[in-house]
């Protein structure tokens, strides 16, 4: 059971990025894909979530309407596109599965797979 979280970096404020989330070893359309955040000194986040089949999505409001998760169930690979990004998105970020239901979906303890962070730094 394997999640590979990619695409993190540095860039300005206002700027855009899009973090991939490979899985492999397990049935990918059976779960639901989380991501994550944590900022040095603080306690990771939930972000946003997508449903298994992808039909639901599910925002932090501290992103909503900048962030935009979307999965591709053929290339087994889900994706967190990030505009408008601001400096205190800066974090490392982590892609989690799970299969549960989703009413507390913002919560790590939902999730049983995490892959390793991805660093992504906005700043000028």
């Known amino acids: 059971f394997q999640l590979q979280a990619s695409g993190g970096g540095l860039v300005q404020p206002g700027g855009s990025l899009r973090l991939s989330c490979a899985a492999s070893?397990?049935?990918?359309?059976?779960?639901?894909i989380g991501w994550f955040r944590q900022a040095p000194g603080k306690e990771r986040e939930g972000v946003s979530c997508?449903?298994?089949?992808?039909?639901?999505?599910y925002y932090a409001d501290s992103v909503k309407g900048r962030f935009t998760i979307s999965r591709d169930n053929a290339k087994n690979t889900a994706y967190l596109l990030m505009n408008s990004l601001k400096p205190e998105d800066t974090a490392v970020y982590y892609c989690?599965?799970?299969?549960?239901?989703?009413?507390?979906?913002?919560?790590?303890?939902?999730?049983?797979?995490w892959g390793q962070g991805t660093q992504v730094t906005v700043s000028s």
């Open positions: 989690a599965a799970h299969s549960r239901g989703y009413a507390n979906w913002y919560m790590s303890s939902e999730y049983g797979y």
């Open positions: 997508i449903s298994s089949s992808g039909s639901s999505t």
């Open positions: 070893g397990f049935t990918f359309d059976d779960y639901a």
